[in-house]
């Protein structure tokens, strides 16, 4: 019997056949899903490759373009949120520093205004109608010297004790113009802050506001304590008098001043009475450089005094740079 050789072999040419087809097609099918899963990762990363050296060319808004859901999405996504930090911290960081450079200014123009010397130069010319009076010289030269050290070569962190002695210096101005219708009390050992800095220019403004709501109408002296202490990491600065106080509508008033600043009427009214620096500016230059909030608070009764309260964190050499500013931590 003889059969031919294909009809013996068709049934495993057939299954063959079919074999290699459904090879092709698996292999088809890995190579497309491969390309597949080369592209979605690939394409995304060749994206950040593109941002990355557009970032690193100075465009930190290079952001890339996500829809994948998965770990390489997550990847861009978190790398677009890091941009995003960036650019938050660097405007943040930015208005800061205007708003620093602003304070300062502020500071150096304001700390003696035309009002304050005009007042201070008329009590000059008025003793000067008699002759060999020496408190002229003495007016001139606490004058002068408030001047010097609220300039003090620029710097904005100073030692106590020129914080103090620019104060006395204002004081003893304030004595010659009022006489025995004041008395100040200085209660801190110089020996224990001699180590401590301080911003510069926050007890003067606190001084004068005894002056500018304490004393008009007062029928006894007015006496204003002040005292320096530590407390922890803290230094707490306290100013008291016992003149006339405030109610408690106008302790509110000013209280929003020091949080929020004043309005253009109460502006032009304080510049009128003061030397220009308030509360508020005092409050805001603690905040940026210390990061201390609500830094100034005050308290009040009618025809009791007035307590006011500064907090600034404990500062000494350790802390200074050859500069005389605040060591980055």
């Known amino acids: 019997m003889v ?9 495993v040419d057939v299954l063959y ?6 090879m092709v097609a698996c292999v088809g099918f890995c190579a497309m899903m491969i390309l597949y899963l080369y592209k979605s990762f690939m394409d995304p990363i060749g994206k950040l490759n593109i941002s990355m050296k557009e970032v690193y060319g100075g465009n930190l808004n290079a952001y890339v373009d996500v829809k994948q859901k998965n770990e390489v999405g997550d990847m861009i996504r978190y ?56 408190d002229i010289g003495r007016t001139a030269a606490s004058l002068g010297r408030m001047y010097r050290l609220s300039i003090n070569g620029g710097q904005v962190i100073v030692p106590m004790e020129h914080e103090i ?8 101005i304030q004595k010659n113009r009022y006489k025995d219708e004041f008395e100040f009390d200085l209660r801190t050992d110089m020996r224990q802050i001699h180590e401590l800095f301080s911003l510069k220019i926050i007890l003067q403004p606190v001084v004068e506001n005894s002056f500018l709501y304490g004393m008009t109408g ?13 407390k922890g990491q803290w230094v707490m600065i306290k100013v008291m008098d016992n003149g006339r106080g405030m109610d408690r509508e106008k302790l509110g008033e000013i209280r929003d001043q020091i949080r929020f600043g004043r309005t253009g009427k109460e502006e032009e009214e304080q510049n009128r009475r003061s030397s220009g620096i308030g509360l508020h500016s005092v409050e805001s230059r603690i905040k940026l450089y210390f990061g201390v909030d ?9 025809d009791v005094g007035t307590l006011t309260v500064i907090r600034i964190p404990r500062i000494t050499v350790e802390d200074i740079d050859e500069h005389g500013n605040l060591k980055e931590k």
């Open 17 to 22: 056949y079919r074999i290699f087809l459904v």
């Open 165 to 172: 002695e620019h104060l006395m210096a204002y004081v003893k």
């Open 3 to 11: 059969v031919p050789v294909k009809a013996v072999t068709k049934e």
């Open 218 to 230: 007062l029928k006894h002296p007015m006496i204003i304590h002040l005292t320096v202490k530590e």
């Open 79 to 134: 790398y677009n949120s890091m941009l995003e930090r960036i650019n938050t911290n660097i405007i943040e960081k930015l208005q800061s520093d205007r708003k620093k450079k602003e304070l300062e200014l502020e500071v150096l123009m304001s700390q003696i205004n035309p009002h304050f010397l005009y007042n201070t130069l008329e009590n000059i010319v008025w003793m000067s109608t008699e002759a060999g009076r020496p």
């Open 294 to 302: 609500r830094a100034v608070s005050i308290y009040s009764k009618k």
